[in-house]
């Protein structure tokens, strides 16, 4: 039987990684499957891991329509017996609802990877359907650390490397850059403990730096 399978994790859990390990793994077996991708750090078009992996991709956006795109190559006879859909926090609750359709009507498995919050702490759209609509949910288990060693749960946006907390949900950066100041939108993980207190690597190192009395 088909599944709809959420994958969640933070950012740098290896979210990509697992993505295309999956697709492997699918089509060693025979089958063939699509892979959509979206707001790669490699570009349009790309699915890529931080490992330097990296293959083809449908890039989708918020006009794609999934139920449609399978019609579609189906139609003309092409197989399609999975999808893998990497960043899929961004898609829209109607995008989830295809997914499910597929998983329903078509028999078509759909693993789904993504982050479940913003920088704010609140659901993305599409995490938050998930979650209800999924099969099963898979929390990765490669974990994340904070830059104080702790497990990290929560991801933060900096600029220049201090964390920030308002702004549009969705703004593309990296979080190749969050510990150098300097460099623009960027992205941390950090604990819970320090995503409360607003302190990103920089900011910790700043902290380390200053008089003992003005911490108090």
């Given amino acids: 039987m088909a599944e709809l399978v959420f994958f969640a994790g933070t950012m740098d859990s290896g979210k990509s990684t697992l993505a295309l390990q999956m697709d492997y793994n699918y089509r ?33 956006d918020d006009a794609t329509d999934f ?3 399978v019609v579609d190559r189906r139609t003309h006879g092409r ?47 599409g995490s938050a359907r998930l979650l209800e609509l999924a099969d099963r949910v898979e929390q990765i288990q490669v974990e994340t650390l904070c830059w104080c060693g702790r497990r ?8 220049d490397g201090r964390m920030v907390t308002e702004g549009e949900q969705v703004v593309v950066g990296d979080t190749e850059a969050e510990t150098a100041p ?33 911490l108090e």
């Avoid at 991708?37 to 490699?42: C, G, I, K």
């Avoid at 999975?82 to 926090?89: H, K, M, R, S, W």
């Fill in 67 to 69: 139920w449609q795109e």
């Fill in 182 to 214: 300097g460099a623009g939108v960027g992205y941390e993980v950090l604990c819970r403990r320090h995503h409360v207190r607003r302190m990103t690597a920089v900011v910790a190192g700043a902290v380390e730096l200053s008089p003992p009395t003005l």
């Fill in 152 to 159: 990290a749960t929560h991801n933060a946006r900096t600029v």
């Fill in 28 to 60: 060693r077996r025979g089958l063939e499957g699509l892979i959509f991708s979206r707001n790669d750090r490699a570009g349009l078009g790309v699915l890529s891991s931080r490992l330097g992996l990296a293959v083809a991709a449908v890039e989708a």
């Fill in 79 to 125: 197989r399609v017996d999975y999808l893998v859909c990497d960043e899929a926090q961004f898609y829209s609750e109607d995008q989830v609802g295809q997914l499910a359709r597929l998983v329903d009507d078509m028999d078509v498995d759909v693993f789904a990877f993504g982050i479940t919050t913003d920088f704010r702490t609140r659901l993305f759209p």
